[in-house]
């Protein structure tokens, strides 16, 4: 059948994306052929959601059509058995997988979290303190510790410990995996039913099966770890006892459940942990803005505690700011989500929209770069201008749609937007609320300012540039006072060690 494809480059294009990030060849296409775009890539067809109108009506409207996700034959059906959530297709399987991630995590439940996140950033701010130049793993424990906690109710002290490296190494070796074009049944799948003898990419895959027994051992052990505090009645709340609660595996065999666990770390630490970054990296590069913020903090924390998450509502330019931070930089002209693509969705039947068919089968981005320089979403959407998010957002332009819960659009879309949005901006708010309160940041001496251009792309994710921080108290009772909530916030952290 000959279908009616929205416009696009035709042609191989695959090796457009060798010399530059995804995100950018979008842009240039967006720019050519509008809101939304269609090409091929090897067999896939992939269409381009670049507005908010678009996105709304296809990933949220249509949501029954539009929750799949692209087959991965390697990662996902070999590496990971069909395990993970992340890259299930939309059925049974990701159904439940979602409910257990949603009742872990969800807005409510994410409340409950905010204890350990508290302590940690407690913790945080003595560690940047004793030495800022280590400031990325401080961050990165502070990140890790958290997800675990939420995960398996166990927090962490060391990026060393096993339940970080190996989750990193598995988190590789997945990344590794979706590569395109490393692996030849990818293109094909077909090949698979070949019979074995004559599959000869087979010794490639049987590597990966190898891989999938330790990592289904490995994360066995770890629901394991966290069942047995259950049972002794000694564990903190989170996504794994909620699990083992009545009914809470939502039918889901034990192994489903320990990948299901392994999802809070795969999804949730290089986002968070380049969200904070990317904050941290416009405070050190506009100084003003950052003062503008630390006002706010003095007048409604005051300089003898540190910001809670009671301050939160009384803190709208911080709030805003964060916000802001996650879409654009200031000055420069550049937008910065985090997930610039998303992580692409599928259809799982034919489709049509304005007119073009979308097959079933097509993977589908919803561009959250093209969002962020909407006009309809966005009056003026090259300023940085944080005060846009002073009151509820209101969209700009003539877009009548409702943009749901005022901010979301950078976790994503419809019934796969991101489960761990709340504690994501939980984490984010406190780090930057607390990190700001006590330091006056600048770049170390003789050291340079971040150079914007130089973002880094580390899978589906855009981190900050390398920067360096030098950090100083800002008056004269912050070092007494991290001293001593650190050292009260180390004895209260120990209900999470094991
Ligand atoms: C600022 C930090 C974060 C950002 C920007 C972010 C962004 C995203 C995006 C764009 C998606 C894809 C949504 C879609 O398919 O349309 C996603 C999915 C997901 N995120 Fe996050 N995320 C963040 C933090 C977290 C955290 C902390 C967790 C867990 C603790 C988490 C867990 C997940 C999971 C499990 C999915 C897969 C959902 C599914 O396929 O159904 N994320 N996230």
Redesign the pocket.
């Given at each position: 059948r000959k279908y009616h494809l929205p416009p696009g480059p035709t042609g191989n294009v695959a090796g457009e994306f060798t010399n530059a990030p995804m995100y950018e060849i979008f842009d240039k296409w967006r720019r050519k052929y509008g809101r939304i775009f269609s090409f091929k890539l090897g067999t896939r067809r992939v269409v381009v959601l670049n507005n908010i109108k678009a996105t709304t009506d296809l990933?949220d409207k249509k949501g029954d059509i539009y929750s799949s996700?692209p087959r991965l034959v390697v990662a996902h059906d070999i590496l990971s058995g069909g395990k993970r959530?992340?890259s299930?297709p939309y059925g049974d399987h990701?159904r439940r997988w979602?409910k257990l991630?949603h009742m872990g995590?969800n807005g409510k439940i994410a409340l409950s979290y905010r204890e350990q996140q508290t302590l940690e950033s407690t913790l945080l701010l003595h560690e940047l303190l004793t030495d800022s130049s280590e400031h990325q793993k401080v961050l990165q424990r502070f990140v890790t510790s958290i997800?675990l906690g939420?995960a398996y109710g166990r927090r962490i002290d060391s990026l060393n410990d096993e339940m970080v490296t190996y989750n990193y190494n598995a988190v590789l070796e997945y990344q590794r995996a979706s590569t395109p074009g490393k692996y030849i049944v990818e293109t094909w799948p077909s090949l698979l039913w070949l019979p074995r003898p004559l599959q000869w990419f087979r010794p490639a895959l049987a590597a990966l099966e190898k891989i999938r027994e330790k990592d289904t051992e490995v994360y066995m052990n770890f629901l394991n770890g966290a069942k047995e505090r259950y049972e002794a009645g000694i564990a903190k709340d989170s996504m794994a006892t909620y699990s083992l609660s009545k009914g809470g595996n939502q039918g889901m065999t034990d192994v489903e459940v320990a990948y299901a666990l392994s999802?809070?770390f795969s999804?949730?630490v290089d986002?968070?942990l380049s969200?904070i970054g990317w904050s941290l990296v416009a405070a050190l590069s506009f100084p003003d803005t950052a003062t503008r913020i630390q006002s706010e903090l003095d007048s409604v924390v005051g300089k003898d505690r540190l910001p809670t998450f009671e301050d939160e509502r009384s803190l709208p330019y911080l709030t805003a700011f964060i916000k802001e931070w996650q879409l654009r930089a200031p000055k420069t002209k550049r937008w910065r989500p985090?997930?610039p693509l998303?992580?692409p969705?599928a259809t799982s039947k034919d489709d049509v929209y304005d007119g073009y068919d979308i097959p079933k089968g097509t993977t589908v981005y919803?561009s959250?770069d093209a969002l962020v320089k909407d006009p309809e979403l966005f009056e003026d959407p090259e300023t940085f201008n944080p005060s846009r998010f002073l009151s509820p957002h209101k969209p700009a332009g003539n877009w009548n749609g409702k943009v749901e819960g005022e901010f979301t659009m950078?976790?994503?879309?419809?019934?796969?937007?991101?489960?761990?949005?709340h504690?994501?901006?939980q984490?984010?708010f406190i780090s930057i609320a607390r990190i700001l309160w006590a330091f006056d940041l600048s770049p170390p001496e003789g050291g340079s300012l971040p150079d914007y251009r130089k973002a880094q792309s580390l899978g589906k994710t855009r981190l900050p540039p390398p920067y360096q921080i030098c950090v100083r108290p800002r008056h004269a009772e912050v070092e007494r006072i991290i001293a001593a909530e650190s050292a009260e916030a180390k004895i209260r952290l120990k209900e999470w060690e094991y």
């Open positions: 990933l996700r959530g992340l299930s990701w979602r991630q995590m997800v939420i999802a809070p999804a949730g986002t968070t969200t985090v997930v998303a992580i969705h919803g959250v950078p976790f994503g879309f419809g019934r796969r937007v991101c489960p761990g949005m504690v994501a901006l984490s984010t």
